[in-house]
């Protein structure tokens, strides 16, 4: 220890004795070799024939999926800049709904000829300005590349709902789910006073049943609710009929829960339990007394409740899930009402109820001004149902996407290669450094049609070769045919995406290669490397643990 150190009493130190520093060009492969890794990991999956990943958590469920956010999520990634490719996917969910795996595919490929670029000495200011130039440039083509349609061309939005459905579980039934998400979209599709269109997909609720094929889903105009009366010997069918819904109890209010009774004589036993009946009887005769013939109430009710429901003919359900309670609201316009002594006809909603014994499911079909549906999607067991779920959420997301947006592009990697040809056009005109990011940019997106061919069987360098030329040749259309191998205009054979999704997978994949460009000192508490054993030293060591967790993924893709 030095003189001064003594004298104020401080070791230099800053850095706790476990902390892990790396900088520069070492905290940039780190990170990059880490991005990669998880983009490397979904882009099997990319295209119709990409393949399906098998993900088992820590709990043993087992997941099967082609969803590249799902994957990700699943695969109990603690890497902190993996993490931040899994926020691409994540972002581009939420915002897209679809193209979550090329928005990751993409971002991993930016990293990777950014990281050619380093080795070159190029400085990372200069590629990380180069890539938003690019980025920004790609959005105005795709405006540009864009085919406008009409809102209301069913067969244009078909096709869009198969494309974003191919290769997932979900095509085996895509014809006729395809239509189903269509009508469904149309359904919660309205003119704004504006005059501009708003597809409200909160309006659309997706169920799952299992039991059945998934040829034998249905569009229910209306709520379906997965529950019993409670009693048998309530109507079941019911037209026309005046809705209540309960977010409380029709229980007895318990005023403390270790309140102690005190009975000194059988007679106060009976005055006792009179008591109750009387509250019990004034919740249903409240009830009764709003004209209700139906009560779907989310928290239980009380046996002797159900009974004077019962005899008063009023049909019930209880523990009624809150999100279906909160569509219910939208169905039949009903309030939910938290305070049954102040229940009033004002409060109900109107709709036709019917029940399906053997799928024991209430059908609540709204017959007011509100409206709301659901799609039912059956299908053998569990695992198909969820993947079908995820499939249907990525198809009613675009389809409503491009009834707002109104554009579409050509896919099979036809987008792509024409951007990248009009982005290697645009770095000719872009001075410096930034020029040579520019064109890694264009590369980058040609992964697309690579993988896709790749995943296909095909050979990637022949495809984009072809596509190459065709996009010379003015063909701005020209993608790959994943099934021949063939390029064709894959507008006109009905590949076709909405352009939102692909702005927005482009920009965040950007966003994410950027946001990790830009670090170069990695200060950990604690070692790098989260887990497994890895060799001795410094930045060597943290890599080693990070190829440890990947190689586990690597692993897993190699089963498939
Ligand atoms: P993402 O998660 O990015 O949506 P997908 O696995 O859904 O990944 O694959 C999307 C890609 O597959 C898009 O580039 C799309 O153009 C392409 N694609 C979808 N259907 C076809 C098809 N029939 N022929 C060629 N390419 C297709
Ligand atoms: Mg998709």
Redesign the pocket.
Known sequence: MSKQQRMQGQPMIILGEDSQRMKDKDAQSHNISAARAVAESVRS????K?MDKMLVSSMGDVTVT???VTILQEMDIDNPTASMIVEVAETQEDEAG??????VAVAGELLKNAEDLLEQDIHPTAIIKGFHQASEKAREEIDDIAVEVDPEDIDLLRKVAE??M???GAELNKELLSQLIVDAVEAVTVEAEDGSTVVDLEYVNVETQTGRSAGESELLHGAVIDKDPVQDSMPTDLEDANVLLVDEPIEIEETDVDAELQLDSPDQLQAFLDSEEEELREKVDAIAASGADVVFCQKGIDDMAQHFLAKEGILAARRVKKSDIKFLREVTGANIVSDLEAVTSADLGTATISRDDADELFYVEGTGDAHGVTLLLRGSTEHVVDELERGVG?ALDVVGSTVSDGRVLA???AVEVELASRLREYADSVEGREQLAVEAFADSLEL?PRV?AENSGLDAIDTLVDLRSAHADGDQYA????FTGETVD?YDAG?V?PAHAKEQ?LSSATEAANLVLKIDDIIAAGDLSTEGEEEEGGPGGGMGGMGGGMGGMGGMGGMM
């Not at 679809?98 to 928005?103: E, V």
């Not at 993608?479 to 994943?482: E, P, R, S």
């Open positions: 999956t990319l295209g119709p990409g082609n969803d590249g679809d193209g979550t795996t090329t928005a494309t974003s191919t290769g997932k990525d896919g099979g990697g697309i896709l993608g790959l045919n994943v894959t590949v995406e997978a």
